[in-house]
T-cell receptor, first 113, second 113 residues
């Protein structure tokens, strides 16, 4: 079974631009969560999507948004990029129940110049 | 109260030795405590997890010890191997959810041959 895949793996943007990151969960998984990982703030939960609906949200500004499609694939969008948005963005999927094991993808490394 | 404090920040252990990483939390509502292992360029991978109804859980060379009254939990890696060299994160969540995690700051483990 293929793991969680994320595209692109690396991305360079400039301040003020917007960016869209993509995540394909493990086949059959319906829940997708996004995390931001930075050296300063560590790993932080962004939000979770389940059956195309945002189910949980972390403490991030509205510039960070996401969506999920009917095939469970998910996208994350960051608008008006700031230097501090430079991070590794991780996507994780789990099957269905809140207690199911969560599996992470390799991440997208975003650099904002 | 939402923090999970992890120590040490880095750890050097000789091959065959025991690696011990500690975490402490304040929120008594937390009821799921996983440990993740992350190699450079990869997403975190679930190692082992515990819920507060047990005080210890062992999987192979990895053991979680959980002290509910002290609000602490720790990861013990027995017979540490160079291949265990990675960053380890503890985390916690409530409501039994495996995804809306509050992560510790990570411990960089180096196992010397």
């Amino acid at each position: 079974k293929a793991g969680v895949t994320q595209t692109p793996r690396y991305l360079i943007k400039t301040r003020g631009q917007q960016v869209t990151l993509s995540c394909s969960p493990i086949s059959g998984h319906r829940s997708v969560s996004w995390y931001q990982q930075t050296p300063g703030q560590g790993l932080q939960f962004l939000f979770e999507y389940f059956s195309e609906t945002q189910r949980n949200k972390g403490n991030f500004p509205g510039r960070f948004s996401g969506r999920q499609f009917s095939n469970s694939r998910s996208e994350m969008n960051v608008s008006t990029l700031e230097l501090g948005d430079s991070a590794l963005y991780l996507c994780a999927s789990r099957a269905w129940a809140s207690t199911d094991t969560q599996y992470f993808g390799p991440g997208t490394r975003l650099t904002v110049l | 109260q939402q923090q999970v404090k992890q120590s040490p920040q880095s750890l050097i252990v000789q091959k065959g030795g025991i690696s011990i990483i500690n975490c402490a939390y304040e929120n008594t509502a937390f009821d799921y405590f996983p440990w993740y292992q992350q190699f450079p360029g990869k997403g975190p991978a679930l190692l082992i997890a515990i819920r507060p109804d047990v005080s210890e859980k062992k999987e192979g060379r990895f053991t979680i010890s959980f002290n509910k009254s002290a609000k602490q939990f720790s990861l013990h890696i027995m017979d540490s191997q160079p291949g265990d060299s990675a960053t380890y994160f503890c985390a916690a969540s409530y409501g039994g959810a495996t995804n809306k995690l509050i992560f510790g700051t990570g411990t960089l483990l180096a196992v010397q041959p």
